[in-house]
């Protein structure tokens, strides 16, 4: 939680979990309750995550904004507990209660459901059906009502409204039905009762509710992983003694040491011993990189093979580890509530409604005659009735599911409904390097031997080494490969690891060198057969006077040009060969990329890499747009700098430092083979990490959202049908009147439309 105060006008700025609020209007009754409450300067709440961030002066306290809520029925959480970890448990204990709910009224709706459908006529049935529904409407189901009152309250309807009204009505009319049947038989007419209508529509509501709860209480899990990148402890060395001290307890220009393995705990400088650090966090590169006296270390960041002794330069909520994670809950936070499309529709359609269900009512007083009474009950109820919002309720959920499951299949996972919503709409997508357009793995692609070697011996070490001929040749004595692999199984830098993987892949077998000696920030030598060996760069070739043949410098300048990394090995006197490492781009990124452009989107590439590497990697597969060297929070930067254009961004990444502009973007997707923390953030991850799965995504969003807008065309078109005949306007012309269980019949059919309609997105291709 955050406070600020201000010298010249002391307001202070603080987000709060909110209670209470169960649709996208609550969250908006919420937000116009604080703006108008004196005292409050600003207030954006977020449906999402149940949250509200306000800003207020000194007038009022957390106290008195919590009661002008409780007055229409809300409330925000004062607690000392971080606002993240508030929520997830009000999130996971609401859960709990809708699931509970749920469950309750599903098992006492049941049989009620069996009586109304096959045993109408029985007598019993009806008593039975009244007392199972009691439970399930105003014990299971009084949520409904309560939060229906609160919107009359404000003057307002949603869905709870259409819910309140149809169960309500529908029960109280079939308890009328059940205690009087003798009104009825007296009219002529055989009265029918309507406990499974209103106990179904209880259930399916639930139902849907059930799985919301269930999304929003695991939104919280990334910034706990994120959280536990920092370690509780570290070691602080004072006065040439290490003590093992709290993470909270380390000061600025503390000397902490860091052994092998362990997480950077603070930013900071190292001030003796070398080591590998992978940054990967940051910068998305797989390649750990050396770190020496005098570069910076960041939070959170993993230390490899060596020992180091650091400065603190930065601690607490100033490593970049925290900044991150706080423009991470900014970004989520900072989301406007997404108005529901159902809600919008309820709130016009239920004061409608009403109105014809009362005009009805009226119509018939007045020129029903000797039965107007029953005529107009009957009307009236079965105009009610026949605009229940089952077909309603479900239009959105059961596309969604359906949608859901499509991607399933697809091996596309998609965690809510508003980016499924939001795909078709994408028209700027921004793609991460490392680990999306390539395969985020260091590997050979290049191996060349000078010329200048003794051909005699080319034979017996390719016969041991199964490398192919062409246009290699081994060093003199034919061990070039054998001393090359026992090199690098020695070396602690993380390159050597592709060379080992590639030479034992060709079934190359180390030698037993004589000696072995790692050269800082330059590479590794060894001693065999009474000659020394040298890998790495091209400064250790040049230190130690050794001559490079000019058709090897030729292709080591072309494959840099390629961005691949060049490894020398040498002799005492020569270079012997030069492997290019690099991490190749997947097979099907430039027709991915090829696709998504000829759909209109524009596609950007953001890399923590060189420029010269994103360069080529960009050539390659296509795209235009490019940043190289960015920082996490560039990458976040960049995101807003394309939203505030008016465009709707979809960002795509993998790594830790992508999370920041995955929380950022209108849709995130994560790769599969990437970090916990990218998955949890982005809203959509693709299982086998193939870019051609985001047209697929897309194209599934543009159906899905097609099928959304089917069911409620289907669930409201019976509506503009049935609600004049209910209302009785076939009366005057052959004397039909609409029975409320025909009504109710009615009201079925279009519930099974809309999810009939929903399936049959099964069946299309994406």
């Not at 609401?94 to 599903?106: D, F, H, P, S």
């Not at 370690?231 to 092998?260: A, C, F, S, Y």
């Not at 060969?577 to 990329?593: E, H, T, V």
């Not at 060189?610 to 235009?624: C, L, W």
């Amino acid at each position: 939680m955050e406070s600020t105060t201000t010298t010249t006008q002391k307001t202070h700025k603080q987000t709060f979990p909110v209670t209470g609020m169960t649709c996208a209007a609550c969250a908006s009754s919420v937000e116009t309750i604080l703006q108008y409450t004196d005292g409050v300067h600003a207030a954006s709440v977020n449906f999402a995550t149940n949250t509200v961030q306000v800003e207020w002066d000194d007038r009022l306290t957390p106290e008195s904004i919590n009661l002008a809520l409780q007055d229409v029925g809300y409330g925000i959480i004062i607690s000392e507990k971080a606002v993240s970890e508030t929520v997830q448990e009000e999130q996971a204990k609401k859960y709990q209660e809708v699931k509970a709910r749920t469950i309750g009224a599903g098992l006492l709706t049941l049989p009620v459901f069996v009586l109304g459908m096959f045993f109408m006529d029985w007598e019993a049935g009806r008593w039975i059906s009244m007392a199972l529904s009691i439970p399930v409407l105003f014990y299971f189901g009084r949520h409904f009502y309560v939060n229906a009152w609160k919107q009359a309250h404000h003057r307002k309807a949603n869905m709870d409204t259409l819910v309140a009204l149809s169960t309500g009505i529908a029960f109280l009319f079939s308890a009328f039905n059940t205690f009087f049947p003798e009104f009825w038989h007296a009219q002529g007419i055989h009265p029918h009762v309507y406990y499974e209508a209103a106990t179904v529509i209880v259930v399916f509501i639930s139902f849907g509710k059930m799985l919301e709860e269930r999304a929003k209480s695991q939104t919280g899990t990334a910034l706990k992983k994120l959280i536990g990148l920092q370690p509780k402890t570290l070691t602080r060395i004072q006065n040439g003694q290490p003590h093992e001290i709290k993470i909270e307890e380390v000061q600025l220009g503390d000397r902490i040491l860091i052994k092998p393995g362990e997480k950077i705990p603070v930013d900071g400088i190292v001030e003796a011993g070398s080591s590998y650090i992978d940054e990967s966090m940051i910068s998305g590169e797989p390649v750990p990189l050396e770190k020496k006296a005098g570069d910076k270390v960041f939070a959170g960041t993993i230390n490899q093979k060596g020992g180091l002794e650091i400065l603190a330069e930065k601690v607490g909520a100033s490593t970049l580890l925290s900044q991150i994670i706080q423009r991470v809950q900014e970004a989520q936070g900072s989301k406007a509530p997404v108005q529901k499309l159902v809600d919008k529709i309820a709130g016009i359609f239920v004061p409608v409604v009403i109105g014809i269900a009362l005009v009805t009512f009226s119509v018939w007083m007045l020129l029903g005659g000797e039965n107007a009474f029953s005529h107009a009950l009957l009307a009236a109820v079965s105009v009610l009735v026949i605009a229940c919002p089952c077909a309603l309720g479900l239009a959105t959920p059961t596309a969604i599911m359906v949608g859901v499951g499509k991607g399933a299949e697809n091996q596309i996972l998609i965690r809510d409904a508003e980016s499924l919503e939001l795909g078709h709409k994408v028209n700027a997508i921004i793609l991460d390097k490392t680990g999306t357009i390539t395969a985020g793995k260091p590997t050979v692609v290049s191996l060349q031997w000078s010329v200048d070697s003794d051909q005699s011996s080319l034979r017996a070490s390719l016969e041991r080494s199964n490398l192919s001929i062409e246009n290699t040749s081994p060093p003199s004595g034919g061990w070039g490969v054998e001393i090359l692999l026992s090199l690098e199984s020695k070396s602690e830098h993380p390159l050597a690891e592709a060379v080992v993987k590639y030479l034992k892949e060709k079934g190359v077998q180390p030698v037993k060198l004589e000696s072995f000696e790692s050269v800082t920030a330059r590479g590794v030598k060894g001693r065999f057969k009474g000659k020394t060996y040298f890998v790495g760069n091209s400064k250790l070739l040049s230190e130690n006077g050794i001559s490079i043949p000019s058709e090897l410098e030729s292709d080591a300048k072309a494959w840099s040009e390629k961005a691949q990394t060049v490894i020398w090995f040498a002799d005492e006197e020569n270079a012997l060969a030069i492997l290019g490492i690099q991490d190749q781009i997947k097979p099907s990124s430039k027709s991915a990329i090829s696709k998504l452009q000829n759909c209109g989107v524009e596609v950007y590439m953001l890399t923590g890499d060189n420029q010269q590497t994103a360069k080529a990697v960009a050539e390659e597969v296509g795209i235009d747009h490019f940043k190289a060297e960015v920082m996490p929070s560039d990458k976040s930067d960049f995101v807003k700098s394309l939203l505030e254009k008016g465009k709707v961004v979809a960002m795509v990444g993998d790594g830790i430092n992508d999370s920041e502009a995955l929380a950022q973007a209108d849709v995130s997707i994560a790769m599969g083979h990437g970090s916990d923390i990218a998955m949890d953030v982005a809203k959509i991850t693709l299982i086998t990490s193939d870019l051609e799965k985001i047209p697929q995504a897309f194209r599934l969003s543009h159906l899905t959202v097609n099928g959304v807008k089917q069911n409620l065309f289907w669930a409201f078109i019976y509506n503009v049908i049935g609600i004049p005949i209910a209302a009785g306007v076939l009366y005057p012309i052959n004397g039909f009147l609409l029975d409320p269980m025909i009504a109710g019949a009615a009201m079925a059919f279009s519930s099974v439309s809309v999810v009939m309609n929903s399936l049959r997105l099964k069946n299309l291709k994406i």
